[in-house]
């Protein structure tokens, strides 16, 4: 498979059979996606990888749940194909059929949760040493304002750590399609984190960054069919110089 038709032929798949791609296959993907960048090349994701039994009880846990929320989405989602309002009679038959048929995961597939540790909060002693010694070694173009220095160590550090765990998962999608194997990124799961660690025994420190569902596509599945058929990109908005 070329490049540009990994990049454009992956669909997220939520219908999966039932067969098991195997451990063997599962950390094949995540090796490959280890080679992502990362800020400093911290490689600062971690993965909880569920075999489909453990992800099956995962899912009846959460998954209805993490849908709760998306209900209003749907609905308007469901007027605009048909064009206008629909009666309140049928809004809810129809969301719960959209949700169920389209949105529910279905047949075996591991589920890959990546969680990464927040870098600790900028040490004041630290960065006031730090400050002094840029200034007695380096000329003056080398030396941040404290402000800066802070944001850097702080903030910003938190969001490269997490941005990078956010491209180790996007690869962990090229890295599976190219397998033949599907992916779905699910983020409806961060709603409930702290419940979610819990169950899972993850560290209440750790930032939980998306939970990966993987496994062997349903052929048979018209959602599949129709997410590969029904796919579409808007022109990207690029104001070229
Ligand atoms: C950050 C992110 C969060 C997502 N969260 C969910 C989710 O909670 N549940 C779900 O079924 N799909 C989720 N998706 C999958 C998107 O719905 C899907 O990528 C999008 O509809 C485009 O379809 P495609 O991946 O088949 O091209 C998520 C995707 C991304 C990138």
Redesign the pocket.
């Given at each position: 498979m070329s490049t540009p038709a990994l990049l454009r032929e992956?669909?997220?798949v939520?219908h999966f059979t039932a067969a098991d791609p195997g451990r063997e296959r599962v950390a094949e993907v995540i090796e490959d996606a280890a080679w992502a960048p990362s800020g400093g090349n911290e490689q600062p994701w971690e993965v909880m990888a569920l075999s489909p039994g453990e992800c099956a009880r995962l899912r009846d846990r959460f998954e209805q749940r993490?849908w709760a929320g998306l209900v209003p989405k749907v609905r308007t989602l469901l007027e605009a194909a048909v064009g206008g309002p629909l009666p309140m009679a049928e809004v809810g038959p129809r969301i719960h059929a959209r949700i169920e048929v389209d949105?529910l995961v279905r047949g075996a597939p591991w589920a890959l949760v990546v969680h990464t540790r927040p870098p600790a909060p900028p040490d004041p002693a630290a960065l006031t040493e730090a400050g002094a010694w840029t200034r007695a070694a380096l000329p003056p173009r080398w030396q941040a304002p404290a402000s800066v220095a802070a944001f850097v160590s702080g903030p910003l550090d938190a969001r490269v750590r997490r941005d990078s765990c956010v491209g180790f998962v996007l690869s962990l999608c090229l890295a599976a399609h190219a397998r033949g194997l599907g992916t779905?990124?699910?983020?409806?799961y961060l709603a409930f984190e702290d419940e979610l660690k819990a169950t899972l025994g993850i560290d209440p420190r750790q930032a939980l960054v998306?939970v990966v569902m993987l496994g062997w596509p349903d052929p048979e599945s018209p959602i599949n069919a129709a997410?590969i058929e029904g796919?579409r990109r808007r022109p990207v908005p690029v104001e070229w110089r």
């Open positions: 992956r669909r997220s939520r993490t949105g779905c990124i699910q983020y409806g998306a997410a796919a």
